[in-house]
């Protein structure tokens, strides 16, 4: 292509992804959370598995892993990762579900984004699954709790 | 399979997707919000288009655009829908981004989730994209804002 | 390309995908099912949600119903088809676990490979869970049980 | 979200998907060709079926109608559609490939992406499959070559 | 989150991934193989390449391959990996195709699912294949042959 | 299966992956270039921003670096990679784009394919975007530009 000058639109502001091809290898491991609020009458029936959809954490909690899996798809400038695990936990409160996702790596870079990518689909199927009995839910409060390397 | 009762196990609070194949073709509308609460100071950047990842907006709205395509993907119990259209814009203020997200198809089913996911995976990529200069960013309000059909 | 003849390769044996746009929309509906031969020990352990992978057949559930709205991705000459619903169900035997998937359309090609791959699916992701602690098990016996169209 | 302004920001040059809701549903065929140009010696392995990765052209032919049915996963702005038939075809030159595609659909939009990414992810195969053996290809003369409806 | 108590959750039964984190990376490999029983008048027409969808074991092949690597999408509670090869070969009998994928790696966990998910594949697109031509046919034996790691 | 011979098949052209298990890690770079040509009035309104589907530019760099990581699943037999990074950038001029990928990694095998995929589904997004104004467009020029390991 010889003098055709690529170089100068690196400088205009577009997207770059990080090169973490100098980082060393570490042990990462990141925590998320984030809410559902719904009406406390989904949360009695999502107690006494009523909803019509079925057994709603189960399936948010399967939704939520698959998604970390796949962040690198979703998100265009984080890196694919091979997760050494993923974990998706859930606290039922009188008004809100509570949804807490571990993600664990040996990596050059952080998983952050994983654990907020399966925190943020787990809640969207949380929503899915009520949303025939529950009109008014929000997703509120998705955010990092922990993150650490050794 | 002979006498095998497959039948018992769906009454145990399995998921269960809706069939929607004798509901009619109609013509469906979702608009979807949320937003990513962040310091000002990321704002300033963000405006200044002086962040290390590049041009923000733009990432996070392809990034909505593409994952509404794939709720059914991410979304155990969502059904495959070919939508008309998707659209995701943003909105700035002093100490949060908004994120707005429009969809509509015709078909036998809503596409609210299809809203949802866009908003979601555009606040995630914004979150990705800010968070080398802002840990402390809050995803938040996400919901669905109008829901039509004709 | 002028007279470049492509049309000679068609006659050697080449993959050909069935054109469909000719045929008529209709309701279609596919049952099929499979099993995984295990030992009565790991019947029993899952009977106790005792297996240390967790709630084996609803992960397998969802597992197998994602898997039927990817079909097209896994096999390459199946068309992309819109499912109305996809069920899949479980039987527990003494020695094997039956997997039954029903699948629903309004297309213009049948969804018989929908069913299958639910199946399959379903059953190797119950292998997965079942692996740590039986070695010898089988999956055997899928095929499809019934295939109308109205 | 109250006086919110989202709307200014549409105005600035940023991506839209077409929204295709109001168009009629109409047959769509697309026909794309391109050529992969390699050496004389590479097309007279291929013919002999002598390439290191085995069987060059059935696994371009199937990756071609693979992509094909992943082009709204691919560009962004596609819309995506369940494609009633694509089929990719070769010609042998003394030192080129030739690829074409064919797509068809009964839509609302057309589906000349769907043929050109057929084309593209076909040549890209071919590539891969002669890359150990001749270091000079280029991929080269990818366009639309017909576009009707009906 | 204060207080809230998501840790109760985890004895519940839900599904768990591994956390391969603390394992050693070894090479690891696995062969699986299963059948595809079919009419011996289907097995003429496989011979002879006569089909009507074309080069039957070819597609089968990739198919196999392609679905092996993508495996951790599949089956959720497995962990993605970067395999080092994969391969799919097939052996013709008089009224059933035989199948036998083998997977390698070096990783922190086996992969006795991406060897058996290729195999599953590989026998769901024969299936597909031939299914014009033959109603009874049954995929059966699918089965771990061989696990090593050294 | 005893002694059913798989192995004959091994011998008749079949795809073969390639296995990688015994090569070392090594840093590895390659670049990949390509262009689309089109009308001078085409250039004009991009430079201007003026055409219908908004940012070209941005939005066919995103299409490109996500293809780069999903190149295994476009490219049957390439292996799954982790990318380091990948970047794509343009050049405008007077009746052409040109596109630029690098990837980089640390692996056992070369990441070319990554680099020419990022740069294919990159042409073929600017394609889409500006084929409401430009009907003659070709992409041409795709080739590998460099390529190293360390």
């Known amino acids: 292509m010889g003098a055709t000058d690529f170089s100068h639109l690196d400088k205009t502001?577009?997207?770059?992804?990080v090169d973490v091809g100098a980082k060393p290898l570490q042990q990462r491991r990141a925590v998320a959370?984030?809410?559902?609020?719904?009406?406390?009458?989904?949360?009695?029936?999502?107690?006494?598995?009523?909803?019509?959809?079925?057994?709603v954490l189960a399936v948010?909690?399967?939704a939520g892993i698959q998604?970390?899996?796949?962040?690198?798809?979703?998100?265009?400038?984080c890196h694919p990762l091979a997760l050494?695990?993923?974990?998706?936990?859930?606290a039922l409160e009188s008004d809100r579900i509570g949804i807490r996702?571990?993600?664990?790596?040996t990596a050059r870079t952080g998983i952050e984004m994983?654990?907020?990518?399966?925190?943020?689909?787990?809640?969207?199927?949380?929503?899915?699954?009520?949303?025939?009995?529950?009109?008014?839910?929000?997703?509120?409060?998705?955010?990092?709790?922990e993150k650490t390397k050794v």
């Open 60 to 62: 948010a909690q399967i």
């Open 33 to 55: 959370e984030g809410w559902l609020r719904c009406a406390p009458e989904t949360i009695n029936q999502l107690r006494a598995r009523a909803l019509p959809k079925g057994d």
């Open 101 to 105: 996702a571990v993600a664990a790596i």
């Open 84 to 90: 050494d695990v993923v974990e998706v936990g859930f």
């Open 67 to 77: 998604a970390a899996k796949r962040t690198a798809e979703l998100i265009p400038l």
């Open 114 to 145: 994983e654990a907020l990518t399966a925190v943020s689909v787990a809640a969207l199927t949380l929503y899915d699954m009520c949303k025939a009995v529950d009109k008014g839910m929000v997703i509120e409060g998705i955010r990092l709790v």
């Open 13 to 17: 502001g577009r997207a770059r992804m």
